[in-house]
């Protein structure tokens, strides 16, 4: 017997996509935009010392270090706070989200990364708030009690203004890997040309990422990834540095 039902779906633009959607999109793209003003052009991720210590010279070897950072060091583990954040504050526990914030800001290997993530983190919190706050925003945030790092304070607003997580996580994805090779682009130099061909070739790196993140728990968090680590710990004292990390 067909079945039918009087509840219909949403309205759609000539686009395929609903009202919420197209909202959902111009938002992430917003936030997620080399041009929202959390700093992150002013950071290297520890790239700039790769760069002088001959680790990376050109853009095979921009898109070898960066692969590894994506899939087995910092990249995958920051996926995998933002997942871990967006869930909770979805359900509204309170309590694992502020442990969550709380493993997030400890689980930092260097003292230039820190600031680096936890000033991007707060300068995003702080424009979400201004010019994007929602139901709900500032009491998660509150919960936090201490440091917002930047993965978690990208769960947090997501989960609060409701927008899907494999979304969120792909942008997330995307603007780490663009600033990375923004910065690589810069030390190495590379031209724009091949700034693209390396971010057209990470494409299946992000995607395989993401997916690991967003089904990961907090148990899988780790690197494998010492060089990268230790290249942060080096920038601290490099002599000439353009980067604050």
Same mark, same amino acid.
């Given at each position: 017997?067909?079945?039918?039902?009087?509840?219909?779906?949403?309205?759609?633009?000539?686009?395929?996509?609903?009202?919420?959607?197209?909202?959902?999109?111009?938002?992430?793209?917003?936030?997620?935009?080399?041009?929202?003003?959390?700093?992150?052009?002013?950071?290297?991720?520890?790239?700039?010392?790769?760069?002088?210590?001959?680790?990376?010279?050109?853009?095979?070897?921009?898109?070898?270090?960066?692969?590894?950072?994506?899939?087995?060091?910092?990249?995958?583990?920051?996926?995998?706070?933002?997942?871990?954040?967006?869930?909770?504050?979805?359900?509204?526990?309170?309590?694992?989200?502020?442990?969550?914030?709380?493993?997030?800001?400890?689980?930092?290997?260097?003292?230039?990364?820190?600031?680096?993530?936890?000033?991007?983190?707060?300068?995003?919190?702080?424009?979400?708030?201004?010019?994007?706050?929602?139901?709900? &925003?500032? #009491?998660?945030?509150?919960?936090?009690?201490? +440091?917002?790092?930047? %993965? =978690?304070? @990208?769960?947090?607003?997501?989960? $609060?203004?409701?927008?899907?997580?494999?979304?969120?996580?792909?942008?997330?994805?995307?603007?780490?890997?663009?600033?990375?090779?923004?910065?690589?682009?810069?030390?190495?130099? &590379?031209? #724009?040309?091949?700034?693209?061909?390396?971010? +057209?070739?990470?494409? %299946? =790196?992000? @995607?395989?990422?993401?997916?690991? $993140?967003?089904?990961?728990?907090?148990?899988?968090?780790?690197?494998?990834?010492?060089?990268?680590?230790?290249?942060?710990?080096?920038?601290?004292?490099?002599?000439?540095?353009?980067?604050?990390?």
């Amino acid at each position: 017997m067909l079945m039918t039902t009087n509840k219909s779906p949403p309205p759609r633009h000539s686009g395929g996509m609903t009202a919420a959607e197209g909202a959902a999109l111009y938002r992430l793209m917003t936030w997620l935009s080399p041009a929202f003003p959390v700093g992150a052009f002013a950071y290297s991720g520890g790239i700039e010392w790769a760069v002088e210590a001959g680790d990376i010279a050109d853009a095979a070897s921009l898109r070898n270090w960066l692969a590894s950072m994506l899939a087995d060091g910092s990249g995958f583990c920051d996926g995998v706070l933002l997942a871990q954040a967006y869930r909770a504050a979805s359900s509204h526990d309170e309590a694992a989200l502020r442990e969550i914030a709380e493993l997030a800001a400890a689980f930092v290997p260097s003292r230039e990364r820190q600031l680096e993530t936890s000033s991007q983190g707060r300068a995003f919190i702080d424009i979400a708030r201004s010019a994007w706050n929602c139901d709900g &925003l500032d #009491q998660m945030v509150a919960r936090c009690d201490g +440091a917002i790092v930047y %993965p =978690v304070a @990208v769960g947090l607003v997501s989960a $609060a203004h409701e927008i899907p997580i494999g979304p969120t996580m792909h942008a997330f994805f995307h603007a780490l890997t663009s600033n990375w090779i923004s910065a690589g682009a810069r030390l190495i130099p &590379l031209g #724009q040309t091949d700034s693209q061909r390396v971010l +057209a070739q990470l494409e %299946p =790196v992000v @995607v395989a990422t993401a997916k690991r $993140a967003i089904e990961a728990s907090l148990d899988d968090l780790g690197s494998a990834n010492f060089r990268a680590d230790l290249a942060g710990m080096r920038h601290e004292t490099q002599y000439t540095r353009l980067f604050r990390s």
